[in-house]
Nanobody
Framework: VQLQASGGGSVLAGGSLRLSCAAS????????MAWYRQAPGKQRDLVAS???????FYVDSVKGRFTISRDNAEKTVDLRMDSLTPEDTADHYC????????????????WGPGTQVTVSS
């Protein structure tokens, strides 16, 4: 399974960005897909996840601002980010897991390269 993320960039606080992740290869049994982020000097943390059936999870800091969506036919997962703040600045990573996954990054098997999101005040 290969994951390719796109859509990062630089915005002012209050702005919006949309990240997109395209999966290719043998995606049979891929259930959870997620977006993680890692700020400089910090650990990689879950932002949001979505199951094959469309059940979503968001960390508290992004609830009401971010929306994760998935198109199983197109093999894509998107992250719509609104009301961005400088605290959202980080490299963002798309991840996929066979079966069920927990918020722990180790439960995700496949990772795409990071895409940078920079929010300035």
């Amino acid at each position: 399974v290969q994951l390719q993320a796109s859509g990062g960039g630089s915005v002012l606080a209050g702005g919006s960005l949309r990240l997109s992740c395209a999966a290719s290869g043998s995606i049979f049994r891929i259930n959870h897909m997620a977006w993680y982020r890692q700020a400089p000097g910090k650990q990689r943390d879950l932002v949001a996840s979505i199951t094959m059936g469309g059940s979503t999870f968001y960390v508290d800091s992004v609830k009401g601002r971010f929306t994760i969506s998935r198109d199983n036919a197109e093999k894509t997962v998107d992250l719509r980010m609104d009301s961005l703040t400088p605290e959202d600045t980080a490299d963002h990573y798309c991840a996929a897991a066979k079966g069920w996954a927990t918020p722990d990054a180790e439960s995700y098997t496949y990772w795409g390269p990071g895409t940078q999101v920079t929010v300035s005040s």
